[in-house]
């Protein structure tokens, strides 16, 4: 379960710093830190970044997902959460995960590029801005990043990968979402997955990149890490320049699972689904728990939506007290959540 001990060990284990339970030392253009403490989790050398952005140096945040299939509710968390920085006056990378899917997931390559086609549409109906030093891209079209992922490749050992599994690999893999093994073409995927973060520095002339991804995915910042330490030691190219991320908490999924995930449609909702199913799910679906943090409704209107912080604060008592006020806010939430679904593409693949 991805519980406070999880998180705990987690911070311990890869010395990021704690930022759910504690005041963030540092704010994200007009965002404040009460702000990200909302949306993320745990950082590490965010302070960093964040001196770097506010100096006026050229910094970047950057996030991506596979694409394989609809998005489901932690996508659109990530896509929220990065729209939400952008209109804060941070710049922000997304990246359309289609190569990842074909390799990654053994997605068909021709489902991978129409659905790279409707996430773009999607996200850039929803308010991104991909005017530079923006990008929302694929991986296919990104010809640079692909040779810059051969070379990188220099700096990787088989057992550097096998190492970097995603903390939910075993339970993809007993579903036969992904291979068992750390197979060739799973490795190629994380290869370029590397390139994705790091050629922001190396390639675009950044100063610093901050990666935005869920905690589950740790192992892949920090393989990035390691890549990128190895490379500096050995050129000097990537001297005085800052990798570093920022993690948002897990999303519950519905029917007993870890987390929301495009592989399992019973954990969660998609943007495909009709409005009673939705209403259905957030109105009768909760596991009634002492703490919104582990309210998968709370957590929800949390990082899936745009109310104001207000908004969610009120969310967070109500939802303590399980108060008539906290049925009527998952009435105003289910409706305000289908009109985001309604964004995506009418004629998407399903």
């Excluded at 403490?37 to 945040?61: E, N, P, Y």
């Excluded at 773009?120 to 079209?141: M, V």
């Excluded at 935005?212 to 001297?239: C, M, N, P, W």
């Excluded at 909702?269 to 679906?285: A, F």
């Amino acid at each position: 379960m991805f519980d406070s001990r999880y998180y705990g060990e987690v911070m311990r284990a890869f010395g990021y710093s704690p930022i759910a339970f504690e005041p963030i030392s540092f704010s994200l253009g007009g965002l404040a830190k009460e702000d990200l403490q909302r949306q993320w989790l745990c950082h590490m050398d965010g302070t960093r970044f964040a001196r770097m952005l506010q100096s006026g140096r050229k910094a970047i945040v950057t996030t991506g997902f596979g694409l394989s299939g609809i998005p489901h509710m932690g996508t659109l968390a990530q896509i929220l959460k990065a729209i939400r920085l952008q209109q804060a006056g941070v710049p922000v990378q997304i990246v359309l995960g289609d190569l990842d899917a074909y390799n990654g997931k053994n997605i068909d390559l021709g489902y991978a590029h129409e659905l790279a086609i409707s996430y773009a549409r999607f996200i850039a109906d929803l308010g991104f801005n991909s005017a530079r030093p923006n990008a929302l891209r694929n991986q296919h079209d990104a010809l640079p990043t692909l040779r810059y992922a051969y070379l990188i490749g220099h700096h990787l050992a088989d057992a550097d990968l096998e190492q970097a599994e995603e903390d939910l690999h075993d339970l993809y893999s007993q579903q036969k979402k992904v291979d068992s093994a750390m197979s060739y073409r799973r490795k190629l995927s994380l290869n370029l997955m590397i390139a994705d973060f790091i050629e922001l520095l190396a390639l675009d002339g950044f100063d610093a990149v901050l990666v935005s991804l869920g905690i589950d995915e740790h192992k892949y910042v920090d393989l990035g890490r390691t890549v990128f330490q190895r490379q500096t030691a050995q050129s000097g190219a990537l001297g005085g320049k800052v990798y570093s991320a920022m993690y948002s908490s897990i999303i519950r999924g519905f029917n007993g699972y870890p987390k929301m995930s495009k592989s399992f449609p019973d954990s969660g909702l998609s943007v495909d689904m009709p409005l009673e199913e939705i209403e259905r799910s957030i109105m009768h679906g909760e596991m009634v728990t002492p703490f919104p943090e582990t309210n998968v409704v709370f957590q929800m209107i949390a990082s899936v939506s745009r109310f104001s912080n207000e908004q969610i604060r009120e969310a967070y008592t109500e939802c303590r007290k399980q108060s008539r006020g906290w049925t009527c806010i998952k009435q105003d939430y289910t409706k305000h959540l289908f009109q985001i679904c309604r964004a995506w593409p009418k004629r998407s693949l399903s």
